[in-house]
């Protein structure tokens, strides 16, 4: 029988975080997949609903640029990778606000009104509305040393390293085509006042702490243990 921790002890869970990368992983992933190396989870899928002592892998991203990148798929309606149509508080979401600045803005309107419709706004998109602390809790990174966080930023590192944990020498890469990966087309506006920034700091505050804990407990596991 294999150690707890072995390569083939049992398979990885890798979940999907919104907008952390994961339909470009989950494509790199797909082979070994269907091998039983993995098992790739959409985006309802907890560190919690997950079996009890697995190894889990979920990507990371800082909330406001996480921000940009969902109110930017939403604008888009997910093209061109996917055709997802608008529902109807989101035909209007987009109406009032145009760019992922402007929202940002918005939630520290001086005009009540204004304010309202975009702490609304951010309630009617999904990956706004679906926080960090859905999927994972600090709790759970304390307690669970089986826990492998990867960032956005390091993404292509973190694949290398999440294949060599599961004990698999064959290569793999990240795909480049922009649309398999699921990248946002430069056109759109990514940009954000520094009064936007302050008001998503703010408002994901907790996220953020969440986050930072993430990336601790991600640097911790790279120290090696005597």
């Known amino acids: 029988m294999a150690k707890p921790d ?13 907008k952390t990368g994961g339909t470009a992983l989950k494509a790199a992933l797909a082979p070994f997949a269907a091998e039983g ?106 307690r669970n040393p089986r826990l492998i966080v990867g960032t956005l930023a390091t993404l292509d590192a973190d694949l290398r390293r999440l294949l060599a944990i599961a004990g ?13 990966a699921h990248v946002t087309p430069p056109q759109f506006d990514k940009s954000l006042s520094a009064g936007a920034v302050r008001n998503l700091t703010r408002y994901f505050r907790s996220d953020i702490a969440l986050y930072e804990a993430c990336l601790r407990a991600r640097e911790a596991a790279r120290i090696p243990r005597g």
């Not at 072995?6 to 919104?18: K, Y």
């Open 6 to 18: 072995s390569p083939t002890a049992d398979p990885i869970h890798v979940l999907h975080i919104g």
């Open 37 to 142: 190396r993995f098992v790739l989870h959409g985006h309802a899928t907890r560190c919690s609903d997950c079996p009890p002592g697995s190894r889990i892998f979920f990507v990371v991203r800082h909330p406001v640029d996480r921000f940009v990148s969902a109110f930017n798929s939403r604008l888009r309606r997910g093209r061109p990778r996917f055709d997802y149509p608008w529902s109807p508080r989101q035909a209007l979401v987009f109406s009032l606000f145009r760019s992922p600045n402007a929202l940002a803005e918005g939630l520290g309107s001086r005009n009540p009104l204004v304010r309202l419709a975009a702490g609304l706004s951010m309630r009617a998109i999904g990956h706004l509305r679906r926080r960090l602390s859905y999927w994972i809790d600090a709790e759970e990174i304390e």
């Open 168 to 180: 698999i020498e064959e290569p793999a890469e990240l795909p480049t085509d922009p649309v398999e």
